[in-house]
C-alpha cells in the first residue's frame, strides 16, 4: 500500500501485538532547501530506529560531546542528554524501541550502545531490505510491523526481569532506589546492576530523567504563572533542582534551549501528544 500522507511529522500506534515492545512509529519529513541548515533536538530517552528514505540527505546527530554521522539505517541507544541533529532535508522513519522490544529483538548490554549511533546492519543484516522497502512508498507501519515480526519470530531468551522493572519505573512514585529495588526482590546494588544492562543507564539516572522531562514537557510552552504548580505536580519541590537537571539532560539552560530548538521539535511533540496522549 503507498503511502500518501505529505504530513510533515506524523506517528502511527502500532499493533496491540507489539504492546510493552515499542514506543510507535513516526516520520519526520523536512523539506531540502539548498544553502540552509535545518537544525532541531531530540530529548533524551529510550533506543530509536531510523531509515532514511526519499533521496535522503546527509544528516548528523549530537549527542553531549560526539558527533554521528548518521547511517541510512541507524540504531541510536538509550540517552542521558539532549541529541541536536542538523539536517539540509530529507524523510526520516522511525521506531522507539522500550527495554523489553530491545531484549526480545536483539537482546545483550544495552549499555554498551548508551549515547552511541551504530549502523542498524551491525544489529540485523536485513537493515538495508527494509529501508529499501520504505524507500518504495509501502506505508511505513506495514514495512515495519512486518520486519518486527520477522525478528520477533527467532526466538531470543528475555530475562524475566525486564518486565517488572519497566513496570517498576513506569509506575513509579518515589525517587527511593531501596524502594523500587524492594519491590522486585533485588538489593540496590543488583537493581542497578540489571537495570544498567537492560536500560542503559542507572536506576537513579533513569528516574531523574523521567521527572525531569515530565517537568519539561509540562512547562516548555505554558504560561509563566503556572510552571511552579506544573514542577510541583511533576516532583520537583525546588526550582534549583529543575534548572540543575536542565544542565545535565540538555546540556544547556532552559532559556537557551528555547532559544535553540527548531521549529519541529514543538510540532514533534503535539504530534505525539496526538497520537500517544504524551508529548514524552
Not at 29 to 42: E, S
Not at 45 to 60: K, L
Not at 66 to 78: E, H, K, N, T
Amino acid at each position: 500500500m503507498a503511502d500518501s500522507d505529505n504530513a510533515p511529522i506524523t506517528y502511527w500506534r502500532a499493533d496491540k501485538r507489539f504492546a510493552g515492545l515499542i514506543t510507535g512509529f513516526h516520520r519526520f519529513r523536512i523539506p531540502f532547501r539548498p544553502g540552509t541548515t535545518f537544525r532541531d533536538v531530540f530529548f533524551p530517552g529510550d533506543p530509536v530506529i531510523r531509515f532514511g528514505i526519499e533521496e535522503p540527505q546527509p544528516w548528523s546527530l549530537r549527542v553531549g560531546s560526539r558527533r554521528f554521522d548518521m547511517p541510512l539505517a541507524s540504531f541510536a541507544g538509550p540517552t542521558n542528554v539532549a541529541g541536536w541533529a542538523e539536517a539540509t532535508g530529507g524523510t526520516v522513519v522511525g521506531i522507539g524501541l522500550r527495554a523489553v522490544g530491545w531484549a526480545q529483538l536483539f537482546g545483550g548490554d544495552l549499555s554498551v550502545h548508551a549515547n552511541r549511533v551504530v549502523p542498524l546492519s551491525v544489529l540485523d543484516p536485513a537493515a538495508d531490505a527494509v529501508r529499501e522497502a520504505l524507500d518504495a512508498g509501502e506505508h511505513p507501519p506495514v514495512v515495519l510491523e512486518r520486519w518486527l515480526d520477522a525478528r520477533l519470530a527467532e526466538p531470543r531468551p528475555v530475562d524475566p526481569l525486564v518486565p517488572q522493572l519497566e513496570a517498576a519505573f513506569d509506575e513509579a512514585e518515589t525517587m527511593r532506589i531501596e524502594t523500587l529495588a524492594e519491590r522486585v526482590g533485588m538489593t540496590p546494588r543488583q537493581f542497578a546492576a540489571r537495570t544498567r544492562q537492560h536500560f542503559g543507564f542507572t536506576p537513579k539516572l533513569l528516574l531523574r530523567r523521567r521527572r525531569f522531562l515530565r517537568a519539561l514537557s509540562g512547562t516548555l510552552d505554558a504560561p509563566p504563572e503556572t510552571a511552579g504548580a506544573l514542577l510541583a505536580e511533576a516532583g520537583y519541590w525546588d526550582r534549583s533542582h529543575f534548572l540543575r537537571d536542565a544542565h545535565l539532560f540538555l546540556g544547556c539552560s532552559i532559556r537557551e534551549f528555547r532559544q535553540r530548538r527548531g521549529p519541529f521539535h514543538a510540532l514533534a511533540m503535539q504530534a505525539r501528544a496526538a497520537a500517544f496522549g504524551a508529548a514524552v
